[in-house]
T-cell receptor
Framework: DTEVTQTPKHLVMGMTNKKSLKCEQH?????MYWYKQKAKKPPELMFV???????INESVPSRFSPECPNSSLLNLHLHALQPEDSALYLC????????????????FGPGTRLTVL | QKEVEQNSGPLSVPEGAIASLNCTYS??????FFWYRQYSGKSPELIMS????GDKEDGRFTAQLNKASQYVSLLIRDSQPSDSATYLC???????????FGSGTKLNVKP
């Protein structure tokens, strides 16, 4: 089973709201990722968690705050977003954090379609 | 220079034909290569991974890797209308599994 789940499927929020995206995997994977994808563009890496510790932050604005409460769960807290943050937010996981080569396959969840009004 | 380059397409092929998708990458230290398929409005799904020079076949799909030429391709035999999607090439250098994605090639398979 290579399932990554994400909730909610769709989210509409105002610029002053606080909301959270949730991602879960039960494959025993030790690395989890957040990506942002705009229409007709490839996924853009935001954060990487390796063994529940933040290992990569791709200079993401502080209005996005990731959290990894345990090895199966990844959250993305959203606050004071801008309309240009509207996008598909994808979570992914991989067995190995990639500290040794070769890199491990990343499995993507279905995504959360976020609209910021 | 982009890390990973793909022709954005669209690539149009008739049903039953072979579709050939290409990807080049800039970093010779790249070691892991992946092809994902993404339907409109959906998330990427893995088609195939390849790590060594040569061909790797899985059903109708064949991935080809040439590290000397820094080139990876995906062949889809007996293309079906259901193969119509955007195909993303991803390359990793092994730094915390960071993937570098190409911009994707849109494939249209005409019935």
């Amino acid at each position: 089973d290579t399932e990554v789940t994400q909730t909610p499927k769709h989210l509409v929020m105002g610029m002053t709201n606080k909301k959270s995206l949730k991602c879960e995997q039960h494959m025993g994977h030790r690395a989890m990722y957040w990506y942002k994808q705009k229409a007709k563009k490839p996924p853009e890496l935001m954060f990487v968690y390796s063994y529940e510790k933040l290992s990569i932050n791709e200079s993401v604005p502080s209005r996005f705050s990731p959290e990894c409460p345990n090895s199966s769960l990844l959250n993305l807290h959203l606050h004071a977003l801008q309309p240009e943050d509207s996008a598909l937010y994808l979570c992914a996981s991989s067995q190995d954090p990639g500290t040794t080569s070769p890199a491990d396959t990343q499995y993507f969840g279905p995504g959360t379609r976020l609209t910021v009004l | 220079q982009k890390e990973v380059e793909q022709n954005s397409g669209p690539l149009s092929v008739p049903e039953g034909a072979i579709a050939s998708l290409n990807c080049t990458y800039s970093d010779r230290g790249s070691q892991s290569f992946f092809w994902y398929r993404q339907y409109s409005g959906k998330s990427p799904e893995l088609i195939m991974s390849i790590y060594s020079n040569g061909d790797k076949e899985d059903g109708r799909f064949t991935a080809q890797l040439n590290k000397a030429s820094q080139y990876v391709s995906l062949l889809i035999r007996d293309s079906q209308p259901s193969d119509s999607a955007t195909y993303l090439c991803a390359v990793s250098r092994g730094d915390f599994n960071k993937f570098y994605f190409g911009s994707g090639t849109k494939l249209n398979v005409k019935p």
